[in-house]
């Protein structure tokens, strides 16, 4: 007798089965949205949420873009707003400055916390408490830390936290947020050290997934740190890279609470001035909301550029 | 119930909530007009915080006696935190249509208000029947809150600038305290001598942030005899020999003589906070920046003295001057109007009454003495009220502020778009107290192109 086995078909992944019999398939539409009145409730609250707090001030911004409003009149202006504000002659040093900022931000607050990460994971004791050190900046509330920074670290005189240890290392002190040319690493400094420990909390999760047998293999080849670091530790952890680099330029374009507390604002000679502060600057000292609006969008859509960007890597990648 | 009925039940009512806080947050108080009672109700602005509990209890007090005065009218306060002196919040508020029927702004937001559409022209209705003392008021503060020769607010506050020193420092430093600078090389000299005291004393302070920089430069250059704008207001003019010497005062004293201390980039209230602990020798302010010293700043009275501003080679060629009044937000009724007009009547514009009301100031420590505010004209009866008032109140020296007030110096506004301007402006001002390389010529080239700029757009 012969026995033959029907291969099982296999199951597509992606949705997992319901735990629930299936019963006949219903067809009424208002049937389907009573059947699922509680799940349409709640998804009609967030929807509610999105429309009024984050759509329909985005899409208003848009339209106050292309308007002016003079003596309570609104006139549609095209592109007015956009010609002037790109003739403003800070536009160009706001993006510069802003651009500086974003590279300095990549270099330190993107680099550093994934070496820290690996550094962390290495440890064999104290994990928890060395995680806990290095998250606490993230609990401080950022104007309390730049604060901090402001009064107590960048203060130029030689009482100054950095200054004195400047001093005590026998090296030249810095007039910090006051000299121009000091202006953006203070601030990426800064803020490095606000915001490290959620990007380290997240690179340490990351790394944690890494098969220890590809670290093990990599060993018995005789790869050293640096080969493991390269070989292994980087292409495992490629898309949680693309994704934090992608967010740290999100965020570090739209730069504003440094320079608005550290530099008072526009910072010595309009070096701290950001995009972000300047559309504050337009719309809040200048009397200027359509301009503050148009700059917005012209943000909006560079930020979509680098997200776009950022999507087709990684659907290439995968 | 069962739970899937629960359940049902929860996220309905989750919607109806959420669609209800939606619908309160966008409804738009329908009770502004009158009360059941046939009485106007009118909202204002700028009640103190609740921090400050006397000046609150004083607001109070005067609420009470106004509406026991005026049976038909209802004053509902409004205490809106720091609106009433910060330019972002104001102009948030002024953009969301969320003003108080009645509310404060500066003299340099007139523009800014008339091209919100929040205000309405009161000029019918401000006389001598609704502010009995309407015609003691400078008639120049009513022309700087009017446009098309239309009132928009009424004035209720003004100030100049003089040189503010402190008078223990002066002591200190061996300096005459009753025969203060004269000129900027007399300014430049005591900061010298005040700054050599040492402890990170600044012989002289001065701004360069947060547009109070640009405010600052514009009141230096007054003193020279400088202005800011062309006769017609279209274009900068600040670009010349007078705008060089302000800056190239200021970078001497900072970097050839070091007397400004080093701490730069100062806003309000950083310079405030080092002059209330006894490190700032001189600055340039309104007579109301001792009392925030006092008040806000642990400093002390007596130890503030005020003299006119400095000119480059005599006494200032003219000085800035500014204040804040109250405007009607449009739509109102002709008897709400008339209502506002009133409680700012009596809370603002009556010797004896409200801020005036020296008398109850006197042994609360709020000061009184101070040449401020200059709302009446001189010799009218307003004033004389006010001021034999003050005299017999005074509860700080008034001869701290005798010279200032024995020397008169020509009075000039703000210009027009005034808080853009002075952002502009701060990195003028910025560049000099911060980099001791700084190219005065071209940070004033690179104002004057940004100003013309930002005038030609905004025409």
């Known amino acids: ?135 606490l900046p993230v609990m401080l509330p950022p104007a309390s830390a730049l604060f901090l920074f402001k009064f107590y670290a960048y203060d130029p005189s030689e009482a100054g936290l950095f200054n004195a240890i400047l001093k005590a290392l026998h090296l030249p002190t810095s007039q910090w947020m006051q000299s121009p040319g000091m202006t953006m690493p203070a601030m990426v400094l800064a803020s490095t050290w606000m915001n490290m420990g959620g990007a380290v909390l997240i690179y340490l999760a ?14 018995l080849d005789g790869a050293g740190i640096w080969k493991r670091i390269r070989h292994v530790t980087i292409p495992q952890t490629r898309l949680i890279l693309a994704l934090l680099a992608m967010l740290q330029i999100v965020a570090t374009m739209q730069v504003f609470i440094e320079p608005l507390i550290l ?56 | 119930m069962s739970v899937p009925q629960y359940r049902r039940a929860a996220a309905l009512a989750l919607v109806a909530g959420l669609g209800l806080s939606l619908t309160a947050c966008s409804t738009k108080s329908d009770d502004k007009d009158t009360t059941a009672g046939g009485k106007v109700t009118i909202t204002v602005d700028c009640q103190p915080v609740g921090a400050q509990k006397e000046l609150l209890k004083n607001w109070n007090d005067d609420v009470a006696e106004f509406q026991r005065q005026n049976p038909d009218i209802v004053i509902k306060s409004v205490s809106v935190g720091e609106q009433c002196n910060n330019p972002p919040d104001f102009t948030a508020r002024l953009a969301g249509g969320t003003v108080t029927d009645v509310f404060y702004g500066y003299m340099t937001d007139l523009q800014q208000v008339l091209d919100s559409g929040q205000a309405m022209d009161i000029s019918e209705y401000a006389n001598k029947d609704t502010v009995p003392t309407w015609d003691s008021i400078d008639p120049a503060l009513k022309e700087v809150f009017s446009d098309g020769g239309k009132l928009y607010a009424v004035p209720v506050k003004n100030y100049s600038m003089g040189l503010v020193y402190n008078k223990a420092l002066f002591q200190q430093a061996g300096l005459d305290v009753n025969n203060p ?16 005291l040492g402890n990170g004393i600044a012989g002289y302070s001065e701004y360069s942030a947060g547009n109070t920089g640009g405010w600052h430069f514009t009141s230096l250059l007054y003193s020279q005899g400088g202005r800011v704008l062309t006769e017609d207001g279209k274009k900068a003019d600040f670009n010349n ?77 003219g000085t800035l001057g500014g204040g804040e009044g109250y405007f009607f937000k449009k739509g109102l009724t002709p008897e709400q109007v008339k209502a506002g007009l009133k409680w700012i009547a009596y809370q603002k514009l009556t010797p004896g009454k409200g801020q005036f009301d020296y008398v109850r100031a006197k042994p609360q420590n709020y000061p009184v003495g101070l040449p401020q505010p200059l709302l009446f004209a001189n010799g009218s009866d307003a004033q004389k009220q006010e001021l034999e008032l003050r005299k017999a109140n005074a509860n700080v020296d008034t001869a701290n502020f005798a010279i200032f007030e024995a020397t008169p110096i020509p009075i000039k506004g703000e210009p027009r778009n005034a808080q853009a301007i002075y952002a502009v402006l701060d990195a003028a001002m910025s560049g000099v107290l911060t980099n001791p390389n700084s190219n005065i010529d071209a940070l004033l080239k690179t104002a004057e192109d940004k100003v013309n700029q930002l005038l030609s757009a905004q025409s």
């Open chain 2, 241 to 317: 020999a007078m705008g060089k010497q302000v800056l190239q005062n200021l970078k001497d004293m900072r970097y050839g003589d070091n007397s400004m201390g080093a701490r730069q980039l100062l806003q309000w209230g950083d310079l405030l906070t080092n002059a209330g602990a006894g490190k700032v020798g001189m600055f340039i302010g309104a007579p109301d920046a001792t009392q925030a010293i006092v008040s806000q700043f642990q400093g002390k009275f007596q130890d503030w003295a005020m003299s006119p501003l400095p000119g480059q080679d005599g006494l200032a060629k």
């Open chain 2, 181 to 196: 600078p004269k000129t900027w090389a007399d300014v430049r000299a005591a900061a010298k001598k005040i700054s050599a």
């Open chain 1, 1 to 135: 007798m012969t026995i033959t086995t029907v291969p099982e078909t296999p199951r597509k992944p992606g949705r997992p089965m319901s735990p629930y019999p299936v019963g006949p398939q219903r067809t009424n539409l208002g049937r389907k949205v009573r059947d699922n009145l509680t799940g349409h409730a709640f998804l009609i609250g967030a929807v509610l949420c999105f429309v009024v707090f984050s759509w329909y001030p985005m899409i208003r911004g848009i339209v106050m873009s292309f308007q002016r409003t003079r003596r309570g009149e609104t006139t549609w202006v095209g592109w007015d707003n956009y010609l002037r504000i790109v003739d403003d002659p800070s536009f160009w040093t706001a993006w510069k400055n802003t651009a500086y900022f974003t590279v300095l931000a990549l270099v330190l607050g993107y680099v550093v916390p994934f070496f820290v990460a690996i550094l962390l994971n290495e440890f064999r004791h104290a994990k928890g408490y060395l995680r806990i050190l290095v998250y």
């Open chain 1, 206 to 219: 990351s790394l944690q997934n890494i098969p220890g047998e590809l670290y093990e293999a990599a060993e």
């Open chain 1, 263 to 318: 530099a008072n604002g526009a910072g010595a000679e309009d070096s701290a001035t950001s995009v972000a502060y300047l559309i504050y600057q337009h719309g809040f000292f200048q009397n200027d909301l359509n301009g503050a609006a148009a700059l917005g969008v012209i943000m909006l859509v560079v930020l979509a550029g680098f997200s776009a960007v950022y999507v087709r890597l990684t659907a290439k990648q995968d």
